[in-house]
C-alpha cells in the first residue's frame, strides 16, 4: 500500500476513533457564562465531557471592570471571551424540563446528561414604587449601555441608591467627571461585608471625592423627579440603582423556594447550581470571587467521578475602589494602594 493510502487509513481510524469517543461522553450543559460558569468550563475534563454552553454572549461580562467603563472608554478587560474547547450557543434559556432532561431556548431544544445552572442574580427592586420606571441599574451589558448614554446627557444631582460595593465604587468613578454625587444607604453603614478599619478608609475617601453620603435613610417610593425617604425627599436628576440583588427567575422552573444544593452543588442527580443563586452561610457570599471557586470545585467533582470533599469557601481578600486608590482587606488588614498595583492584587484574589 502507498504510503499516502496508509496515512488516509490511519486518519479515517483516528476519525472514527473520535467520533465513537465523543458520542460515549456525556453531555453537560451549562447556563450562564459568568465567574462560576466559566470556571466549571474552563477545569472540566473536555476529553471526558461534551459542554455545551448557553449564554446571551460567548464572552464573560467582567463585573469588577464594569463601573470603570460608565465615563471613560470601555475597558479592554470588560469582556473575557469563553473557551474555545466547548460548544458556544448565543441563546436565552427559558425553560427548564427536569423529567425530560431538556432545556428550551428562544431559539432551540437541548438535552443534557447533567446540567450546570450558572444564571448569576438579577436586580432586586423589593418592590418598592417607581424603582423599575425611573432608576437606571449596572447588572448587565444593556444596563452599561443604557447608563452611559444617561451619564452623557446629565450634569447634576445624582443619586446612588445602595451602599455596597457597587453602589461605593460606582460613585467614585462618576466623581472623576461629576460633583455633585449623593450615595442613599438604608443601613447604618456602608459595606456590610467589610471591617471597620475598611469601611472608615473608604468613608474618608468618599470625603476627599466630595461625595455626599446618607445613612438610616430607606426609600419608600420613587417619582420622574423626587426620591421620597424615611427622612426626606430628594431631588433628583439621574438615579442609580444598587441596592440588592435576588435569585435569577429561571430558578422558578426548578423550585419554588430558594434554591437549596449539598456540599458539593448538587440539586437532583443530574443538576447543579453555582454562584449567587445558591449563595449561604456553608457556601459562601455572592461574589465573582466566590462563583470562580464554586466553579472550579464542581469541576473537579465531575473530572474525579463525583468523589471529592465538601466545598469549602476560602476568602483571598476584598478590593473596594476609590477614585484615586484601591483599598484592600485581607485577613491581616486593610490597606490603602495605588492603582498600578491592581493586577497583583487581581491575581491573588481572584485567580485562586
Not at 453531555?27 to 472540566?44: A, E, L
Not at 428562544?106 to 424603582?131: H, M, P, Q, R, W
Request: charged fraction near 25%; proline fraction near 2%.
Amino acid at each position: 500500500m502507498a504510503p499516502y493510502g496508509i496515512c488516509s487509513v490511519l486518519y479515517q481510524r483516528s476519525f472514527e476513533m473520535l467520533s465513537f469517543n465523543y458520542e460515549k461522553r456525556k453531555n453537560i450543559v451549562v447556563i450562564g457564562y459568568g465567574w462560576g460558569g466559566k470556571s466549571f468550563v474552563d477545569t472540566i475534563n473536555k476529553q471526558k465531557y461534551n459542554v455545551t454552553v448557553i449564554s446571551k454572549d460567548n464572552k464573560m461580562l467582567n463585573t469588577t471592570k464594569i463601573k470603570n467603563s460608565i465615563i471613560d472608554s470601555l475597558d479592554d478587560k470588560l469582556f473575557i471571551k469563553s473557551n474555545y474547547y466547548v460548544n458556544n450557543i448565543e441563546d436565552e434559556c427559558i425553560d427548564i424540563n427536569k423529567n425530560n432532561k431538556t432545556i428550551t431556548t428562544k431559539n432551540n431544544t437541548i438535552s443534557y446528561d447533567y446540567l450546570v445552572v450558572a444564571v448569576g442574580s438579577e436586580t432586586n427592586d423589593f418592590n418598592i414604587s417607581g424603582v423599575k420606571e425611573n432608576c437606571y441599574f449596572l447588572k448587565s451589558v444593556e444596563d452599561l449601555h443604557k447608563l452611559r448614554d444617561a451619564v452623557k446627557n446629565t450634569s447634576k444631582n445624582l443619586v446612588i441608591l445602595g451602599g455596597g460595593p457597587a453602589g461605593i465604587e460606582l460613585a467614585f468613578q462618576l466623581s472623576k467627571k461629576f460633583s455633585n454625587i449623593k450615595i442613599v444607604e438604608a443601613m447604618s453603614t456602608i459595606l456590610p461585608m467589610f471591617n471597620e478599619s475598611t469601611i472608615n478608609i473608604v468613608k474618608n475617601e468618599l470625603l476627599k471625592s466630595n461625595i455626599t453620603l446618607e445613612l438610616d435613610n430607606k426609600v419608600n417610593k420613587i417619582d420622574s423627579n423626587t426620591i421620597y425617604t424615611n427622612k426626606n425627599n430628594i431631588n433628583y436628576d439621574l438615579s442609580i440603582w444598587t441596592c440588592g440583588i435576588k435569585s435569577n427567575s429561571l430558578i422558578k422552573n426548578l423550585t419554588d423556594n430558594k434554591l437549596v444544593v449539598d456540599s458539593n452543588f448538587k440539586f437532583s442527580d443530574s443538576i447543579f447550581a453555582i454562584g449567587d443563586i445558591v449563595a449561604s452561610k456553608e457556601l459562601g457570599p455572592p461574589t465573582g470571587q466566590n462563583a470562580k471557586q464554586q466553579g472550579r470545585h464542581l469541576a473537579y467533582y465531575f473530572n474525579n467521578d463525583f468523589e471529592g470533599k465538601p466545598y469549602k469557601y476560602e476568602e483571598q481578600g476584598k478590593i473596594i475602589h476609590t477614585k484615586n486608590w484601591i483599598v484592600v482587606e485581607t485577613k491581616y488588614g486593610s490597606y490603602r494602594l495605588p492603582y498600578f498595583i491592581e493586577p497583583i492584587i487581581d491575581y491573588f484574589i481572584l485567580e485562586h
